[in-house]
């Protein structure tokens, strides 16, 4: 099942903060974040693992809370070039059924 | 750029045709994805293969098949194409076969049905 993700669209003021959340009714496993920007490809941003495992960029935070099958996504300091839609994609399971599945995705809109 | 080699970038086709998209997965990964991305459906995961052989299957439609060869290489074959079938299909790939691999995206086959 799809996981949901909030909110579906921000506009920033370049410098200004965001949180994008990422909420599942499945227990995970892992959740996948990547940036998008039109008609090109998804860009790994970072993945969080069950049992708190992390993997990403210096400058992406994320949080992953395995008890609510929930993952936040923090950008700080927006700059021009976060602008694109954010999506998360959740994994039930290490073995050989499980898939990544993607939200809907986030807009997310930084202006000077 | 993520190393995963798609081609072709762009292609129109007519209704009722067969076409074939590639994929060259990075250097040194194994698993190779495919994913369908339209207007209103976000990214779909179709399938996915580790090492030649098919490790998990999503919502692909009977007319589309996969298949990776032992070059590791992969392709997507979609038959008696449909308008609806018009998307971006993306190929991903990543090390090991399991969700706690990083999984790289190519930039995509845009392909028009009319």
């Known amino acids: 099942q799809q996981p949901v993700q909030s909110p579906q669209a921000v506009i920033l003021r370049e410098g200004e903060d965001a949180v994008i959340n990422c909420s599942s009714s499945k227990a995970l496993y892992s959740v996948h974040w990547y940036r998008q920007k039109h008609g090109e490809a998804p860009v790994f941003l970072m993945i969080l693992l069950k049992g708190g495992e992390q993997k990403g960029h210096e400058k992406i935070s994320a949080s992953f809370n395995e008890k609510k099958q929930q993952s936040s996504l923090y950008l700080t300091a927006s700059q021009l070039s976060y602008s694109g839609t954010y999506f998360c994609?959740?994994?039930?399971?290490?073995?050989?059924?499980?898939?990544?599945?993607f939200g809907t995705g986030t807009r997310l809109q930084v202006t000077l | 750029d993520s190393g995963v080699t798609q081609t072709p970038k762009h292609l129109i086709t007519a209704t009722g045709q067969r076409v074939t998209l590639r994929c060259s997965p990075r250097?040194?990964?194994?698993?190779v994805y495919w994913y369908q991305q339209s207007l209103d459906q976000g990214l779909q995961f179709l399938i996915q293969y580790y090492n030649g052989e098919e490790r998990a299957k999503g919502n692909i439609l009977e007319r589309f098949s996969a298949q990776q060869f032992p070059d590791l290489h992969s392709e997507l074959n979609l038959s008696s194409l449909e308008l609806g079938d018009s998307a971006l299909y993306f190929c991903a790939s990543s090390v090991g076969w399991d969700l706690g691999n990083t999984i790289y995206f190519g930039e995509g086959s845009w392909l028009t049905v009319v």
């Open positions: 250097s040194g990964d194994l698993s």
């Open positions: 994609g959740t994994g039930s399971g290490a073995g050989t059924a499980s898939k990544l599945t």
